[in-house]
């Protein structure tokens, strides 16, 4: 039913291609056909363009009858050029289907594709859009897209699953700590930081003083020994016994043990383990599926760069061997730099930020990461940052975290064009 259905829609376009085709041979041209897409959540437009004309365009469906139509189409005619703007998880089902079904397209960025388009057109509309996008490619003679290994999309999937775990995670330990600033605050103190298997373990226990004093101590002991996975010597339980009782002694909790707050304790807990363990998971495969990847290694030996960092860039960043200079990595991920002059102003130069915030972000700790770890493990990144913090007569370290970042991103580009390892013997030659 579904080929009958594909067969009636595309009878007319063929007849329009063919007339179309007939009329350019006759010309002595070679006939181009573009279909320029703008995608929406549910539907797309179609703009069909032969040689720059206009020979038919329609509403398809965001689903398997509407890609269907499509592909009826895009078989009508030799090598169509696909065109459309990237739309977030909006177009991630449209570019699926050209890849199983071994098309080459062209996708812009939201930006890209505004510049482009906006001398073109007078009045915006979704029709509009699609058959501009088409007519432009015929002006602008973009190149296809690369398409990446099915790795670094997945290794992207987990990436951000893993960033969205991280930023529940935070919110959970925040209300967390809010309602155990009413039942029992003092248990924050039991172990070195608020956080962790054991602590969270130890919350769901005693979300007030009262399940602390209630338990005999060989009970209290017991409960303190299976608050964690790991092997815990008989001294150290002892302690922690100790100092529970003088914290729950010392405690003043402003709710009875029947409130309804205590579940809530425990709700936030329960959550935090879950999330902890779901997180850890993600990573694992992260991990699993970055390993074989030559630029793992690459970036592992970069002092400060550990797994998870080094699995988040490949994911936020891709194959970076793509990119045709570090400079386009910069932009990419936003950080190359807004120049504003006119006349005698000139503005302070700030970064675009209009790419990759993931990317931003973790790159921004990156840097951190590498400027602790140079204590023991030095880095010509560190050597720069803690330099242009010493000639800073400003207090904010932002300027000279994004100025080494630029410095970290020519590094990575550089060990993973030439295939090195980091040596940081080798950069003090320079």
């Known amino acids: 039913m579904?080929?009958?259905?594909?067969g009636r829609q595309t009878s007319s376009i063929e007849n329009d291609i063919t007339k179309t085709r007939n009329h350019s041979r006759q010309r002595g041209n070679i006939m181009r056909a573009v279909f320029g897409?703008?995608?929406?959540?549910?539907?797309?437009?179609?703009?069909?363009?032969?040689?720059?004309?206009?020979?038919?365009g329609y509403t398809m469906s965001n689903d398997a009858l509407g890609f269907a139509r499509l592909l009826g189409d895009l078989k009508t005619v030799h090598k169509p050029e696909i065109i459309f703007e990237a739309t977030g998880v909006y177009s991630r089902r449209l570019q699926a289907f050209l890849d199983e079904h071994g098309y080459a397209y062209t996708r812009l960025n939201p930006l890209e594709a505004k510049k482009q388009l906006d001398s073109l057109r007078v009045r915006k509309t979704d029709q509009i859009d699609a058959e501009k996008l088409a007519q432009s490619q015929f002006v602008l003679n973009r190149k296809p897209t690369y398409v990446q290994e099915e790795v670094y999309q997945e290794l992207r999937d987990l990436s951000r699953?893993?960033?969205?775990?991280?930023?529940?995670?935070?919110?959970?330990?925040?209300?967390?700590h809010k309602v155990l600033q009413v039942t029992f605050p003092e248990l924050e103190t039991i172990l070195s930081t608020p956080s962790g298997q054991q602590y969270w373990n130890l919350v769901i226990d005693f979300p007030c003083k009262d399940f602390v004093l209630d338990l005999s101590k060989d009970e209290l002991l017991e409960s303190i020994r299976q608050s964690t996975s790991k092997r815990i010597s008989d001294k150290r339980v002892a302690y922690l016994a100790e100092k529970l009782i003088a914290l729950a002694n010392q405690s003043y909790c402003a709710v009875k043990k029947t409130s309804p707050m205590l579940e809530e304790v425990r709700y936030y807990a329960k959550e935090l383990l879950r999330l902890s363990e779901q997180r850890q998971?993600?990573?694992?495969?992260?991990?699993?599926l970055a390993q074989p990847l030559p630029e793992y290694d690459i970036l592992l030996s970069i002092p400060g760069i550990a797994e998870t960092t080094a699995t988040s860039i490949i994911g936020e960043l891709g194959d970076i061997r793509r990119f045709q200079s570090a400079n386009q990595i910069n932009a990419f991920i936003g950080i190359d730099l807004r120049h504003y002059e006119s006349g005698n102003f000139l503005a302070k130069e700030h970064i675009t930020k209009r790419g990759n915030p993931y990317a931003r972000k973790i790159l921004f700790k990156c840097i951190h990461n590498i400027a602790s770890a140079s204590h023991t493990n030095p880095c010509h990144i560190a050597d720069f940052y803690e330099k242009r913090k010493r000639q800073s007569q400003t207090t904010s370290t932002k300027p000279h975290t994004i100025a080494s970042i630029h410095r970290l991103i020519r590094t990575m580009y550089y060990l993973i064009m030439h295939n090195k390892l980091y040596d940081y013997t080798s950069t003090q030659n320079r």
Not at 2 to 6: A, C, E, F, T
Not at 161 to 176: C, G, S
Request: charged content about 25%; cysteine-free.
């Open 2 to 6: 579904l080929s009958k259905y594909v």
């Open 37 to 56: 897409i703008d995608v929406s959540k549910a539907s797309s437009e179609v703009a069909i363009l032969v040689n720059g004309e206009k020979v038919h």
């Open 161 to 176: 699953f893993y960033q969205n775990l991280t930023e529940d995670i935070v919110r959970a330990k925040n209300r967390l």
């Open 281 to 288: 998971t993600v990573l694992d495969q992260m991990v699993e």
